[in-house]
T-cell receptor, first 109, second 113 residues
Framework: QKEVEQNSGPLSVPEGAIASLNCTYS??????FFWYRQYSGKSPELIMFIYSNGDKEDGRFTAQLNKASQYVSLLIRDSQPSDSATYLC?????????FGTGTRLLVSP | EPEVTQTPSHQVTQMGQEVILRCVPISNHLYFYWYRQILGQKVEFLVS????????KSEIFDDQFSVERPDGSNFTLKIRSTKLEDSAMYFC???????????FGPGTRLTVT
């Protein structure tokens, strides 16, 4: 049974700072990882995915995968109040995605 | 940009009633999913559907649940006799054939009274 662990937060950062969100996973064989953003009362929105070790950058977002330590991170540069949301980490398990509980990010102006 | 759509956005029903939640996946996608999220909890997988049959289902997806793709565009989730604990947000998702990226619809909030 694959499991994904996240600190529920909240993680509070000031506007313009770097927010660092972490996720650990149980299955060493996991190959791909997804970050979703979920605003309160809304559905998960795919913002980043990473399939290989190392970093992947997309705009203000960087996903970092460390397979040896079994963690994946999401860095948000120049955080904005509009980034305030819950960030969900997910890993594929056969057909489905297994989600973590999410980390709530609060960006203060 | 193509997106997954769901109707209704909010459904209120009485315990024991049947509900049907509807989804229109992204048009060229082949894999379809239902997830649910009870308020304050994590997103949980219910069922996946491929090639007109269920490919995987969770322990939550018992005999009270069923899915159907009645035509080329719609994908439905039926709950035969709703319970109070079925109250949750239900999300439909779909993905294409070449990767694992799943795209979620806006959800249906189901309230069972």
């Amino acid at each position: 049974q694959k499991e994904v662990e996240q600190n529920s937060g909240p993680l509070s950062v000031p506007e313009g700072a770097i927010a660092s969100l972490n996720c650990t996973y149980s299955d060493r064989g996991s190959q791909s990882f997804f970050w979703y953003r979920q605003y309160s009362g809304k559905s998960p929105e795919l913002i980043m995915f990473i399939y290989s070790n190392g970093d992947k950058e997309d705009g203000r977002f960087t996903a970092q995968l460390n397979k040896a330590s079994q963690y994946v991170s999401l860095l948000i540069r120049d955080s904005q109040p509009s980034d305030s949301a819950t960030y969900l980490c997910a890993v594929p398990a056969f057909q489905k995605l297994v989600f973590g509980t999410g980390t709530r990010l609060l960006v203060s102006p | 940009e193509p997106e997954v759509t769901q109707t209704p956005s909010h459904q209120v029903t009485q315990m024991g009633q049947e509900v049907i939640l509807r989804c229109v996946p992204i048009s060229n996608h082949l894999y379809f999913y239902w997830y649910r999220q009870i308020l304050g909890q994590k997103v949980e997988f219910l069922v996946s559907f491929y090639n007109n049959e269920i490919s995987e289902k969770s322990e939550i997806f018992d005999d009270q649940f069923s899915v159907e793709r009645p035509d080329g565009s719609n994908f439905t989730l039926k709950i035969r006799s709703t319970k109070l604990e079925d109250s949750a947000m239900y999300f439909c998702a779909s993905r294409g054939n070449s990767n694992y990226e799943q795209y979620f619809g806006p959800g249906t909030r189901l309230t069972v009274t």
